[in-house]
């Protein structure tokens, strides 16, 4: 969508496109999907708007299939219980709707409908706050400069005067806090904020979630970390910082590639360092980068240069080779991209 007119904005949340209210609510069978490995942000927006349908007495279901969950945030789909999607389910829908995914070949609908044309045609509403999004709903809702999708699912269900539960509260909570790292990244905008205070009103378990969120590792999880620390390197003239985790590293903590997300902070730590990447092959043979950065320094572009995509500053890649392999063309390219940042 080019052009469209809005909702009344309400409170200083994000005005939602009328199309986007009228799409949800022509749906009777919807399903919800959002990307490979979700994180909080994917799972709150994808559970919070679930239920806000259910309430409705919409027939929705989510995608999410099995070993989608991490460790760490499994406890939101208990908190959630959302009726998931079969094969069958996916025949049967009307219509989809698509959150915090950039492209359409990250919809986590697993590995046998991934092969199909799972939509088939069919009315799909993508709502996303990645400035790459390709667009590929038939309604598109994309706000680059959104902290979270969470934020813009809260906006929807304010200017559709739906009811906010305290379990919906505290899934779109967690979604705006990690997605804006504690609320201390740049992305921590007035509208954000605004969205976090209006929720925490609505009931979100603030400290619970700061529990389960920061505060509750499991063993293998921080055996993880671990490893992460003792692999993290300098490189450039030490303004970027990089770590990695191989296969055999991951599997061997107890962990899967779906508790792969904020371990990036561990480079990202360090003082002085402007560029940060995080290399892991959480699948044999596939290494995924996550690039951060800082300052002036944006990484969009770079992550690009490897059929990427992402924000600015955040931004993300996945090579068809293992981890050696990968950082070896990565990490010369992010030395020579580093040399703009320094003129």
């Known amino acids: 969508m080019e052009s469209q007119a809005a909702a009344p904005l309400k409170s200083g949340f994000h005005p ?32 919070g708007l679930t239920g806000a349908l259910i309430g409705r007495g919409v027939a929705a279901k989510v995608s999410l299939p099995a070993g989608s969950l991490s460790q ?34 990250r919809c986590n609908v697993g590995p046998d ?21 390709t667009q590929f709903g038939t309604v598109n809702w994309i706000v680059g400069t959104a902290g979270s999708t969470t934020e813009l699912v809260h906006a929807i269900l304010r200017a559709g005067s739906w009811t906010i539960t305290p379990v919906m509260a505290s899934l779109l ?35 619970e979630l700061g529990e389960r969120l920061c505060r509750s590792q499991r063993k293998s999880e921080f055996d993880l970390l671990r490893i992460i620390y003792a692999n993290t390197r300098l490189a450039g003239e ?10 055999d590293e991951i599997h061997g903590a107890g962990c899967t590639a ?28 596939k290494t995924r980068i996550n690039f951060r950065s800082s ?31 990968a950082i070896e063309k990565v990490i010369p390219a992010a030395v020579e991209f580093m040399k703009r940042f320094r003129q």
């Open 258 to 285: 779906a508790d792969i997300d904020d371990q990036i902070n561990v480079p990202r730590s360090l003082d002085g360092v402007r560029l940060a990447l995080l290399f892991t092959e959480g699948r044999k043979g």
């Open 238 to 247: 030490g303004d970027i910082a990089y770590s990695s985790a191989s296969f």
């Open 295 to 325: 300052g002036k320094v944006t990484v969009l572009e770079l992550a690009a240069q490897f059929d990427g995509g992402g924000h600015a500053q955040a931004a993300g890649a996945i090579l068809d080779c293992g981890l050696d392999c």
């Open 16 to 47: 939602v496109p009328t199309e986007v209210i009228d799409f949800l609510l022509a749906r009777e069978r919807p399903i919800v999907i959002s990307h490979v490995v979700p994180d909080a942000d994917a799972l709150g927006s994808m559970l």
């Open 72 to 105: 760490r945030l499994a406890f939101l789909g208990d908190w959630a219980k959302p009726p998931v999607a079969s094969a069958a389910d996916f025949a049967r829908a009307d219509g989809f709707i698509v959150v915090d995914t950039a492209k359409n070949d």
């Open 173 to 207: 909570y967690a979604g705006i806090q990690t997605d804006t790292l504690g609320f201390s990244l740049p992305t921590t905008t007035p509208s954000a904020l605004r969205a976090a205070a209006d929720l925490v009103a609505c009931g979100a378990d603030v400290g």
């Open 113 to 133: 409908l991934k092969a199909t044309d799972w939509s088939a045609g069919r009315p799909l509403l993508n709502i996303d706050h990645h400035a790459t999004n």
